[in-house]
């Protein structure tokens, strides 16, 4: 039937059709058609049969623009992968060829044929015209049943019957990953980019790989990656990953990838006798990976290795697990356990996003944690078969990095897992081609895995491009009249609704292929990135002030998700929201048509070749877990790893060559899908998810009113929203070059350099011991400064004494909001907030506010080359000396923490610690959450007085890390052709030759140092503004003067789903082992004394802590074992101690989560343990467990500046602590006996009658908050008697 008009002609809906090819573009569309009930353009649609379980359909239909098409969508757009523009009335009359987009252009298939399936049978035919008999094994011959969609290489479709001849499928020509990336460029195209073209040079000139990453494949197909690597020095890090995830999952096995994982992680017995030798393990399970580490050291005190045990433990998992029944039951309960207790607000909305941005794959409907019904179904049997189709070498990767020797890695991966059966080999008649590394290794229909000789189902993508027809045929297609009431397609918009969210979020989402890092080119096109998005994000928080629009903006290639995925995610107050979102969408359109300034290239160039410049530097101190896992996500999508020293190579020949009309056309390719919303040539989003809440409340009557938004309003406004003038977009900020210039001179008067050189002899202290460096600055100013060279960059933390405690009775929160206030406003002096913004990106600079129940602090990262220090030092200067308090700031800080408040009660989790805190401190508002009515009371000239009573710079206690001494920087200085591959410990004299400063250097760089602090701190004048009042420290209630009943806090959070979590607490100990009057009171009761284990380490300032913090992890080892291991309560139970500095006393806490029928049992073992440690005391075994657990952490956590900073802080306030608390950490947790644990717990206050519990539970049902016991039984909802369940989120 000719003619555009002509009939569907009358179909059977058992009627199927039979597509083959002979071409190797065809192949992924060959198998069987059905046809289904609907037609779509007045011609039947036929869908492919056979596909695995929740894959992507493939549907061949006729199309709006009047072709027939190979496509995923069911609706009748046009897109697609093949289309054949002929207007038949049934697929089988089609005489016109098919065009296939083939991976880089769009070319005709004369051999692909559709053919009713009746027909073929009839004429008893085993081929067909056209058709040399690719690959298409017969189902009923016990070959697949049908093929999985892909591009090169694939296997082809099966017809159950007759069976057709098994040929083997080409080889593929190239990356498939390349491939994808080609297809989208070219594609993009289409729209508004026109690509910059590449200089040859950098097209054709390939990446170098990383010399000392080791890779191979074992016989039985199993692969591994080695990479030496002494970060932390004597330790190793060994991964095994099993390329199996949630998405693998037949629909009635949801959520067995993770129970797989469950059972063989906790049921290996080898891995239980790492337990104590300091090793530490875990395991994960997400849509496509399964993986289990361990992260041990290389030997014990005694000399046993401990690589090969822990390579035995991972084959056991791996490979061996017993899967007993008891231990399958105790897995089946933490499973539901923890989905219970993940299943929060972020878990939702990020579920919720998924949905939409994966519409057309499982990503977005078959998340790990699984189906409850189906959890609590599965036997044994189940399991084993679920372990035996996935868990086999050939499907595996282990992964080794530490300070291991390569022949000695390799010998034991040989050894332990050569001899593990093959299983799945690929055979040729399957037409899988067998796991290569490089080129063949990606496979597209399973998100970037590797190939198994079975199928997997199809996970395709559903990318922002155009992908069918020439431009003008899309143009058309796309094209919409408003005067109609036309709309432009988005992608999917989803909004979800819920009672319990605060804010409103919109989030715009665009998915594309990711584009594999193999050539200089890659690497140009990265850096355009890079700076589009730093240039575009500083822009939008630049007009924050006036729009209250905080924006997130990101391009990334995602591990879990297989693609590269723009995101632009508003938040925004309900009742702003169109200020908001228009300020975003006006910024990201400008960007988009104009591109961005010479100075702003300039600046974010300079800013990323420093950041690149800083791998080189911390390349010997990044730890072997994050050297694994970069490897681990750059092999996913065939980046090439590259050694720190290579990729700045790299960087530096490609930056020459990056312009501002390349950051343009990136501009377009990757946010035009939001800029250019609307028009015709625009790429269409992937997805916009909306998360809203149902009310909000109006301050003004105090009451709380619906809120409702629409995909009208939000489709209205986007297309609304004006352009930006080029003039107005392309505005430049002055960017000033220093904050102070002359300004010091004043400050400093005459003489300066005699004035600090005197100073300084009188003033600076060195601890030999620990290099540690004091101070004494003229104001009154403490500094405490350490030499390090972990980080490339330097690190600081001001503080003062205050905090939250320091607050007023009639001012709660004073604090807080000023301190957010001089953050919000973000100008200092006669500088904008802009040009501070600036100011700190050209000078790689970060400076934040904020502050603790104690203390008041600023932190700074700040970079070490360029007067990175003096930079950050003059806006410090300026931050105490000229604060701009500003009322819009204020406000703005006022309302965010009203937001806070609001959004604490609505948390299950966070409201439950905050009554705990309540009645345990009688709702003495320092230690809650801010109320509501509290933050009303205050005004900007209180929270300034507040704020400006504690930033005192005669307060201050000054504390640096860094590398000050300029090893780092001799080092940069010395890269000059061959590769440093990490620190080893044989070569440890010759780095340290390399990298050896001159004594006159030295000490010329400590000099300048100090001159720094003394020049832009020291010279800031005395505050003449009172301190505030230091002595009003918190006090825990007296509990045996409270009943059982006030000392419990009950209460239902009205929610559609179930959850409960509760917090047990009473009173501690500071860090150095004081209270205050009433727990000294409770400890004279005791007769307690630090002194009764009669430890000769006593007196040390260390002492108590090292014994609480022991005392700590025996704590939580019991709480696994026995509320989650043992008795299956909970998922997640955890011991915390408050371990305050300067506040006298403190508390504990304990968590606790649980399905709401089993909180109160948890409860009451949570309880158990935390008092049965009188009863039971600590064992030396546990001991020795908690002590290698704290070393590995501190010797860990050494490598970082942050836990430097910790170290230092309060060496200089009027406490114990003084330098031996630096020196002597692993003296003292070496000195610990059992006793000493011991005796630490009998300073908690742990009795019965000295316990406060909150305990709380969601789901349906009406609110309520309570003391003493819950209620027997819960009411739902009902209505006129009738039960009706609330549905308290809805789903547009």
């Given at each position: 039937a000719d003619g555009a008009d002509a009939a569907a002609a009358p179909l059977a809906l058992g009627q199927r059709l039979v597509v083959n090819s002979a071409q190797p573009a065809g192949q992924p569309f060959c198998g069987e058609y059905q046809v289904q009930s609907f037609t779509r353009n007045d011609r039947p649609v036929f869908q492919k049969a056979g596909l695995p379980a929740n894959s992507q359909a493939v549907y061949l239909l006729f199309n709006e623009a009047g072709q027939w098409a190979f496509t995923p969508h069911a609706d009748g757009r046009a897109d697609g992968w093949a289309f054949a523009q002929d207007s038949a009335g049934s697929p089988s009359e089609i005489?016109?060829?098919?065009?296939?987009?083939?991976?880089?252009?769009?070319?005709?298939?004369?051999?692909?044929?559709?053919?009713?399936?009746?027909?073929?049978?009839?004429?008893?035919?085993?081929?067909?015209?056209?058709?040399?008999?690719?690959?298409?094994?017969?189902?009923?011959?016990?070959?697949?049943?049908?093929?999985?969609?892909?591009?090169?290489?694939?296997?082809?479709?099966?017809?159950?019957?007759?069976?057709?001849?098994?040929?083997?499928?080409?080889?593929?020509?190239?990356?498939?990953?390349?491939?994808?990336?080609?297809?989208?460029?070219?594609?993009?195209?289409?729209?508004?980019?026109r690509w910059v073209p590449a200089p040859a040079a950098l097209a054709d000139k390939s990446l170098p790989s990383h010399p000392a990453v080791k890779r191979g494949v074992l016989p039985n197909g199993m692969r591994y990656v080695m990479l030496k690597n002494a970060m932390p020095p004597g330790r190793f890090e060994a991964h095994i990953e099993l390329h199996v995830g949630s998405i693998d999952e037949e629909p009635h096995e949801q959520g067995i990838a993770h129970m797989m994982e469950h059972v063989c992680f906790l049921g290996s017995r080898k891995r239980e006798r790492l337990i104590g030798t300091g090793s530490r393990s875990n395991a994960l399970t997400d849509f496509q990976h399964t993986i289990y580490h361990i992260h041990a050291p290389v030997k014990l005190e005694d000399g046993r290795g401990m690589y090969m045990p822990a390579l035995e433990a991972l084959h056991e998992i791996a490979f061996a697990p017993e899967m007993l029944p008891h231990r399958i039951e105790k897995e089946r309960k933490a499973v539901l356990a923890e989905m219970q207790q993940v299943n929060d607000m972020e878990y939702r909305i990020e579920t919720w996003t998924l949905s939409g941005l994966h519409e057309t794959n499982k990503l977005g409907t078959q998340f790990p944690i699984g189906k409850e019904e189906q959890i609590k179904a599965w036997q044994q049997k189940d399991l084993r078969a679920f372990h035996e189709k996935w868990y086999y070498p050939g499907n595996a990767t282990l992964y080794v990095v530490g300070d291991l020797e390569e022949e000695d890695m390799i010998k034991g991966i040989k050894k332990v897992f050569e001899s593990t059966p093959a299983r799945h080999k690929p055979s040729k008649d399957s037409a899988i081609l067998e796991p290569v590394w490089g080129a063949g290794s990606e496979d597209p229909r399973s998100l970037f895995r590797r190939k198994l000789g079975k199928k997997r189902p199809e996970q395709l993508h559903n990318f922002s491009l155009p992908m069918i027809g020439t431009e003008s045929v899309f143009t058309e297609a796309a094209s919409f009249d408003p005067s109609k009431g036309e709309k432009p397609w988005q992608g999917p918009l989803r909004i979800f609704r819920n009672e319990l969210l605060e804010g409103l979020q919109f989030n715009f989402y665009a998915k594309a292929p990711v584009r594999p890092l193999q050539t200089l080119e890659d690497i140009r096109h990265l850096v355009a990135v890079r700076i589009l998005i730093g240039v575009l994000q500083f822009r939008i928080v630049s007009r924050y002030s006036s729009n209250h629009a905080p924006v997130q903006i990101d391009h990334s290639d995602s591990f879990r998700e297989g693609c590269a995925v723009t995101s632009v995610t508003v938040n925004a107050d309900p009742r702003d929201w169109r200020n908001a979102l228009a300020c975003v969408i006006q910024e990201v359109r400008a960007i988009c048509d104009y591109g961005i300034t010479e100075s702003e290239m300039k600046r974010y160039m300079d800013a990323m070749l420093k950041d690149v410049e800083k791998g080189v530097q911390e390349n010997d101190t990044v730890p072997s877990e994050d050297h694994l896992n970069f490897i681990m996500t750059s092999d996913v999508f065939d980046h090439v790893v590259m050694h720190p020293e290579q990729s700045y190579e790299a960087f530096k020949e490609v930056a020459p060559t990056v312009n501002m009309e390349q950051v343009h056309t990136a501009a377009k390719w990757m946010l035009g899908f939001l800029g250019y919303y609307g028009k015709a040539a625009a790429p269409p989003m992937t997805s916009i998810v909306v998360c809203t809440p149902t009310q909000v409340f109006q301050e003004h009557n105090g009451q709380w009113a619906p809120f409702h938004i629409t995909e009208d309003e939000i489709v209205e406004l986007m297309l609304s929203v004006p352009d930006k003038s080029k003039e107005d977009a392309l505005n430049q900020v002055d960017v000033p070059e220093s904050l102070l210039k002359d300004h010091l001179e004043k400050l400093l008067g005459k003489d300066p350099i005699d004035k600090m050189t005197a100073w300084r002899e009188c003033s600076r202290k060195v601890d030999d011991s620990t290099g540690i460096v004091q101070l004494m600055l003229p104001n009154g100013a403490k500094v405490n400064y350490a030499?390090?060279?972990?980080?490339?960059?330097?690190?600081?933390?001001?503080?003062?004494?205050?905090?939250?405690?320091?607050?007023?009775?009639?001012?709660?929160?004073?604090?807080?909001?000023?301190?957010?206030?001089?953050?919000?406003?973000?100008?200092?002096?006669?500088?904008?907030?802009?040009?501070?913004?600036?100011?700190?990106?050209?000078?790689?600079?970060?400076?934040?506010?904020?502050?603790?129940?104690?203390?008041?602090?600023?932190?700074?990262?700040?970079?070490?080359?360029?007067?990175?220090?003096?930079?950050?030092?003059?806006?410090?200067?300026?931050?105490?000396?000229?604060?701009?308090?500003?009322?819009?700031?204020?406000?703005?800080?006022?309302?965010?923490?009203?937001?806070?408040?609001?959004?604490?009660?609505?948390?299950?989790?966070?409201?439950?610690?905050?009554?705990?805190?309540?009645?345990?401190?009688?709702?003495?508002?320092?230690?809650?959450?801010?109320?509501?009515?509290?933050?009303?009371?205050?005004?900007?000239?209180?929270?300034?007085?507040?704020?400006?009573?504690?930033?005192?710079?005669?307060?201050?206690?000054?504390?640096?890390?860094?590398?000050?001494?300029?090893?780092?920087?001799?080092?940069?200085?010395?890269?000059?052709?061959?590769?440093?591959?990490?620190?080893?410990?044989?070569?440890?004299?010759?780095?340290?030759?390399?990298?050896?400063?001159?004594?006159?250097?030295?000490?010329?760089?400590?000099?300048?140092?100090?001159?720094?602090?003394?020049?832009?701190?020291?010279?800031?004048?005395?505050?003449?503004?009172?301190?505030?009042?230091?002595?009003?420290?918190?006090?825990?209630?007296?509990?045996?003067?409270?009943?059982?009943?006030?000392?419990?806090?009950?209460?239902?959070?009205?929610?559609?789903?179930?959850?409960?979590?509760?917090?047990?607490?009473?009173?501690?100990?500071?860090?150095?082992?004081?209270?205050?009057?009433?727990?000294?009171?409770?400890?004279?009761?005791?007769?307690?004394?630090?002194?009764?284990?009669?430890?000769?380490?006593?007196?040390?300032?260390?002492?108590?802590?090292?014994?609480?913090?022991?005392?700590?992890?025996?704590?939580?080892?019991?709480?696994?074992?026995?509320?989650?291991?043992?008795?299956?309560?909970?998922?997640?139970?955890?011991?915390?101690?408050?371990?305050?500095?300067?506040?006298?006393?403190?508390?504990?806490?304990?968590?606790?989560?649980?399905?709401?029928?089993?909180?109160?049992?948890?409860?009451?073992?949570?309880?158990?343990?935390?008092?049965?440690?009188?009863k039971r005391p600590v064992s030396e075994l546990e001991l020795s467990t908690a002590r290698r657990t704290l070393m590995r952490r501190h010797e860990t956590d050494l490598q970082t500046n942050e836990y430097w900073i910790s170290l230092l802080t309060h060496l200089q306030y009027d406490n114990p602590k003084d330098t031996t608390c630096v020196r002597d950490i692993e003296m003292m947790l070496q000195k610990l006996t059992w006793r000493d644990v011991q005796n630490a717990y009998t300073s908690l206050l742990t009795e019965p009658h000295q316990l406060f519990t909150s305990v709380s539970t969601a789901g349906p049902g009406s609110s309520f908050i309570s003391g003493g016991a819950r209620p027997t039984s819960q009411p739902a909802s009902t209505s006129s008697g009738a039960a009706a369940k609330k549905e308290l989120i809805e789903v547009d």
């Open positions: 005489k016109g060829a098919f065009t296939i987009w083939d991976g880089t252009t769009w070319a005709p298939d004369a051999t692909l044929r559709v053919l009713d399936k009746a027909a073929v049978l009839s004429a008893g035919s085993t081929s067909t015209p056209g058709f040399s008999g690719a690959a298409v094994a017969g189902g009923a011959a016990g070959g697949p049943a049908a093929s999985d969609m892909g591009f090169y290489g694939q296997q082809a479709s099966a017809v159950p019957e007759p069976v057709y001849e098994s040929v083997e499928l080409p080889t593929p020509m190239a990356s498939v990953g390349r491939l994808h990336w080609k297809a989208h460029w070219a594609a993009s195209e289409r729209c508004l980019v030499c390090t060279t972990n980080e490339s960059q330097g690190s600081m933390r001001m503080l003062v004494p205050g905090g939250r405690s320091a607050d007023k009775p009639e001012e709660l929160g004073a604090a807080m909001v000023g301190v957010r206030t001089v953050s919000e406003s973000g100008a200092v002096s006669t500088f904008s907030r802009e040009q501070i913004e600036l100011f700190a990106v050209s000078n790689l600079m970060s400076v934040h506010l904020d502050l603790n129940l104690e203390f008041s602090y600023i932190d700074a990262t700040f970079s070490m080359t360029d007067n990175g220090l003096s930079a950050c030092l003059e806006l410090l200067h300026l931050l105490f000396q000229e604060p701009r308090w500003e009322l819009p700031a204020f406000v703005r800080a006022q309302q965010a923490y009203k937001a806070q408040a609001y959004a604490v009660q609505k948390s299950l989790e966070q409201s439950t610690l905050d009554r705990l805190m309540g009645i345990m401190y009688a709702n003495d508002g320092r230690v809650s959450e801010p109320k509501v009515e509290d933050l009303n009371k205050l005004t900007l000239a209180k929270v300034r007085k507040a704020v400006s009573g504690q930033l005192r710079p005669q307060d201050l206690e000054i504390n640096l890390v860094g590398d000050f001494e300029g090893r780092a920087q001799a080092k940069m200085a010395a890269v000059e052709g061959g590769l440093s591959t990490g620190k080893h410990r044989e070569e440890e004299a010759q780095d340290a030759e390399v990298v050896e400063v001159p004594a006159v250097a030295r000490e010329r760089r400590l000099r300048e140092l100090d001159e720094a602090l003394w020049k832009y701190l020291g010279s800031v004048p005395q505050s003449e503004v009172p301190q505030v009042e230091m002595d009003r420290a918190p006090v825990i209630c007296e509990s045996e003067k409270l009943s059982p009943e006030e000392r419990q806090r009950n209460a239902h959070l009205e929610d559609s789903d179930e959850r409960a979590v509760a917090n047990i607490g009473g009173g501690a100990p500071n860090r150095w082992g004081k209270g205050d009057a009433y727990h000294t009171k409770c400890m004279e009761a005791k007769k307690f004394s630090w002194d009764a284990p009669d430890n000769a380490m006593k007196d040390h300032p260390l002492y108590p802590s090292m014994c609480l913090l022991a005392m700590r992890e025996v704590i939580n080892t019991r709480l696994f074992s026995t509320v989650r291991d043992s008795l299956g309560l909970s998922y997640d139970c955890s011991f915390e101690l408050s371990m305050f500095d300067r506040l006298p006393a403190g508390w504990y806490t304990c968590t606790v989560s649980a399905h709401p029928s089993r909180i109160d049992e948890a409860v009451t073992a949570a309880k158990d343990v935390v008092m049965g440690v009188k």
